[in-house]
């Protein structure tokens, strides 16, 4: 599995952006929603194929870990 990182954008004209990679099913919401709630509402959500994957055994048990 790929490293799980939160990746934040910002454009010259101040718009940010906030991308997450390598989580699996929603779990990238969890791992951003701090930065949602700092930087305010969203204006734009695009969901990626990795969102709709299904987690594994072994990314429910390194989720916990």
Not at 25 to 33: D, I, V
Not at 48 to 56: D, G, H, I, L, N
């Amino acid at each position: 599995m790929s490293q799980q990182t939160i990746e934040i954008v910002v454009s010259p004209t101040g718009q940010v952006r906030v991308e997450t990679k390598g989580f699996v099913g929603s779990s990238c919401k969890a791992a951003s929603e701090f930065l949602l709630k700092t930087l305010g509402q969203a204006t734009h959500d695009v969901r990626t194929a990795e969102y709709f994957q299904q987690p594994t055994q072994s990314n429910l048990t390194r989720e916990g870990a």
